[in-house]
């Protein structure tokens, strides 16, 4: 083909650089800090994908916190309390976590709609509750502390958990790659569009012959198993899981993460969204007075809300951006950007 | 046998009867125009046929298979498509946008070999591409292909809707009031798409206000008023019995 | 067969639920949305009560009614440059969702830079008891079951007698065609968050003189409102006071029997009723 896309081979190209640079951070920094936040960044990326994926389907769900804490839980009880390994225990967290989806999602997703994000929140609050109250498995509000992940070694490299958080990070990227491919692939597919069909109008949509109730629940499940995923690397990596980590505020905490980033592109938005309001939460949690926190971060999110014009987030921006660049004067007047995430 | 038996179909809405022992046949290839006043219950059989509704009492039968009660998409996929009158777009989408969401029917392959755009599911994707593409021709939207849906006239979105029912390979046809809120030209160039349809073999069922379209297109109508058939038979005939001209007197003229 | 107390009391809780739930169900009608900062509306109220008393001791009725002004408005404020924003059209109910819960933590966290964590007594308001035969029941109490009938009359009159009242019912029935009459519904909706923030507010102030008042006591309020109107059916007025009573009754009794209502339970009754008669008692049914 002799014509040069560049249009779409420039930003490419600076995507595949940033993801790079990412990945060889730890050279540049030994930080244990600024490692740690991308390693903490990354994971909630992969509960606001999760999140995001619901919400193609037209659904809120409130309480997504709460497959974390499911997964983190799991993982830490098999590990601590019968001994497991951590990488199947890993492997079971998100089964376990997807199981669990899969089994509310056929109960509660035949209402949906408003009622279905109320059952959300309360599933979350009743999950925190739980391992608050049930002192003998979780050890309620103290906690449980997983234990670290065995040190691997592959052909002449140890790569020690013990060490720092290099190894975490090293595995944070190989879960987000896996969960940003599969949610991607998913996105563009056509099932990607049905998910959108059903957003844009349940009705019609289920005339054109697209089953409703089976696409919400495979969303929700697919989203339950890396949700899973991340909770229990989390606690790992945090080396502890207490019931409060995973409430109700943080549920709200990855829709806001979403918001922010930005719902049209679910790896990229998300990803934008989690570094940003992470480390901002970070920042304001070091601030000596007590609630301020609460107040700046409801405060930042209802006014990033209010400016970011109808319906974008800052990944929108992107898009925007390389727009204003390749743009010619003469050009063909396009369309307003389509709020459909769909190709 | 026919292909699309409605037996002592009822709907309630609580006291309300949208729809009263209705019995109806419709026969495989035929055009049958659906007439009557407002409120005498034409849209909501189409309802129960498409399964937004569920009958209150009777059954539906569609080529020996007992589909009411069925899920909207179940009747869908069965080959019994509709148009609506309102609520036709998805909301945010551009045109091309919204026939390939709505194209679902369309494709042969699977779920999980377009997430992994296997080589069938990608000829699979082309030939329903093509598809689209012949049908926003046909009905003269293919300019605005990029453009946001709700961005069409009125009769044009009406248009896109039955392009929209076209892509999800109908056997059974069901038109609710195409022509409303349409100019004569458009008009007319529904009625002459809806004489193609059926030449193609689909069976079409279409809700219609306007007597001279009903009379260009319809091989057999059935008149209903408060719920009720009052009259059923070749358009000629029907429209002058005393019945239906009571029914009608006030609304629509010859 | 509980002793009086626990049916005052019983009564008392209802009351509140019933109010707060009432103006949750009213912005539910009309904005379409549920406030998930409604409990916070509750705090700041009983806050500006406390706040009026012993700062600047206003008497009771009048702070309390000044708290229903002050936090209307603010709830006013609140409707017209966050939630009409969010609510255009273009904008998903994910923004206006989120919006309420940013500000719920965000009132919360302003209250307890402002006010501080301590809790905050108001019993001095309103002493003393009425003595009643084999049971007492102290006038602060009282003034609550009062306060509670002169708002919901009020509510009666206003919503079924005056203009503004029908002007609501239209816009909660059917927004299009009443906005075809002149109704504006932009400032319905306006007038309508007002006095539902009001209510709550008034609610929180009537009780500050029960129980004490703390950044954090909005949650529960919260909860049960909405409790309240998933029993009473979420387009519901009547089912708001109907769950509202049926709550404060349950919550109380239980709490007689079990020594604590255990919120697992209260979130667990949210689920299992949205699951078999999402409708509520009084709500439309679904298709």
């Given amino acids: 083909m002799p014509y040069f896309d560049y249009k779409t081979l420039i930003p490419r190209t600076v995507i595949g650089v940033l993801i790079a640079l990412f990945v060889i951070i730890p050279v540049f920094t030994t930080n244990v800090i600024t490692i740690s936040i991308f390693i903490s960044s990354g994971i909630w990326a992969i509960a606001v994908m999760g999140f995001v994926l619901i919400l193609r389907t037209g659904q809120f769900s409130m309480g997504q916190a709460a497959f974390m804490a499911l997964g983190a839980y799991t993982s830490a009880i098999l590990t601590i309390k019968l001994g497991m390994p951590f990488w199947p225990s890993f492997l079971l967290a998100g089964i376990v976590s997807g199981i669990i989806a899969l089994i509310i999602g056929l109960v509660v997703l035949r209402v949906g709609g408003i009622y279905f994000s109320i059952i959300t929140l309360a599933f979350g609050e009743v999950v925190r509750i739980f391992a608050q109250q049930m002192e003998g498995i979780t050890r309620g509000a103290r906690g449980l502390i997983p234990p670290m992940p065995p040190t691997i070694v592959l052909g002449g490299f140890e790569i020690n958990f013990a060490a720092g958080p290099v190894p975490y990070y090293y595995f944070m990227i190989l879960l987000v790659a896996i969960t940003a491919v599969v949610f991607w692939r998913i996105d563009r597919s056509r099932m990607g569009g049905t998910f959108s069909s059903m957003a844009a109008n349940q009705i019609l949509a289920e005339h054109q012959g697209i089953h409703l109730m089976k696409y919400r629940v495979i969303a929700f499940t697919i989203a339950g198993v890396f949700t899973g995923f991340a909770g229990a690397y989390y606690a790992n990596f945090l080396s502890i899981i207490t019931p409060l980590m995973f409430g109700l505020w943080q549920s709200i905490q990855i829709m806001m993460m979403s918001i922010v980033g930005g719902i049209s592109s679910i790896v990229g938005g998300a990803l934008i969204g989690a570094t940003i309001l992470y480390t901002l939460g970070i920042y304001l949690s070091r601030l000596p007075i007590f609630n301020i926190q609460y107040l700046l971060f409801g405060a930042a999110v209802v006014l990033v809300l209010l400016f970011l014009p109808k319906g974008t987030g800052l990944v929108d921006l992107w898009g925007k951006f390389w727009h204003k660049v390749f743009r010619e004067p003469e050009e063909y007047e396009m369309p307003e950007e389509s709020e459909m995430a769909v190709e | ?254 | 067969m509980p002793p009086a107390e626990i049916w005052i009391d019983g009564l008392v809780q209802s009351c509140i639920y019933m109010t707060m739930a009432f103006g949750m169900v009213l912005v539910f009608s009309i904005l379409g949305i549920l406030n998930w900062a409604h409990g916070q509306f509750y705090m700041l109220g009983a806050f500006v009560v406390y706040y009026a008393i012993t700062a600047a001791g206003i008497p009771f009725p009048i702070s309390l009614l000044i708290s229903g002004v002050v936090v209307g408005g603010l709830g006013m404020l609140v409707e017209k440059f966050v939630i009409e924003r969010l609510t255009s059209p273009g904008y998903g109910m994910l923004y206006v969702t989120v919006a309420t819960l940013a500000l719920m933590f965000f009132f919360e966290g302003a209250a307890g830079m402002a006010f501080g964590l301590m809790d905050k007594g108001l019993s001095t308001v309103l002493p003393g008891v009425l003595d009643l035969g084999s049971f007492s029941v102290s006038y602060q109490k009282i003034a609550v079951i009062i306060f509670t009938l002169v708002i919901m009359i009020s509510m009666y009159i206003v919503l079924n007698r005056t203009k503004v009242g029908l002007a609501i019912r239209a816009a909660a029935q059917e927004p299009v065609a009443a906005s075809l009459y002149g109704i504006s519904v932009g400032r319905v909706s306006l007038i309508v968050m007002g006095i539902g923030c009001a209510l709550a507010a008034m609610a929180g102030g009537i009780m500050a003189p029960v129980y004490t008042t703390n950044p954090f006591m909005g949650r529960i309020p919260m909860i049960m409102s909405l409790l309240a109107i998933i029993i009473g059916g979420l387009g519901s007025l009547t089912g708001a006071i109907v769950g509202g009573i049926i709550l404060g009754f349950l919550n109380s009794v239980i709490a007689y029997h079990l020594s604590y209502v255990s919120e697992f339970v209260l979130f667990l009754l949210v689920i299992i009723i949205l699951l078999v008669r999402p409708q509520g008692l009084f709500g439309a049914p679904l298709k």
């Fill in chain 2, 1 to 254: 046998m026919p292909l699309l038996e409605l037996n002592g179909l009822t709907k309630l809405f609580g006291k309300l009867a949208a729809l009263e022992d209705i019995d109806l046949n419709v026969e495989e290839g035929e055009v049958l125009g659906i007439v009557g006043p407002n409120g005498s219950g034409k849209t909501t059989m189409i309802n129960i046929i498409s399964g937004y509704y569920r009958p209150t009492r009777g059954t539906i039968f569609f080529n020996g298979e007992k589909i009411s009660g069925l899920r909207p998409d179940q009747i869908a996929s069965r080959g019994i498509v509709r148009t609506f009158q309102s609520n036709v777009l998805f909301e945010g989408a551009t045109v091309l946008e919204s026939m390939l969401i709505g194209s679902f029917l369309q494709y042969k392959t699977k779920d999980w070999q377009s997430i992994l755009e296997s080589k069938a599911y990608k000829d699979d994707h082309e030939r329903v591409v093509g598809r689209v593409i012949e049908l926003l021709k046909t009905f003269d939207i293919f300019n605005d292909i990029f453009l946001p849906a709700a961005g069409l006239s009125h009769g044009y979105q009406r248009m896109l809707g039955i392009a929209m029912a076209l892509i999800a390979n109908p056997k059974v046809l069901l038109l609710d009031e195409p022509t409303t809120g349409m100019n004569h030209e458009e008009a007319m160039f529904v009625v002459e798409n809806i004489k193609k349809i059926s030449e193609q073999g689909v069976t079409v069922l279409v809700i219609e206000h306007n007597m001279k379209i009903v009379l260009n297109i319809a091989t057999r109508i059935v008149v209903l008023n408060f719920g009720n058939k009052i009259a059923e038979g070749k358009p000629e005939e029907v429209i002058n019995k005393q019945e239906v001209i009571e029914a009608y007197l006030g609304t629509e003229t010859i």
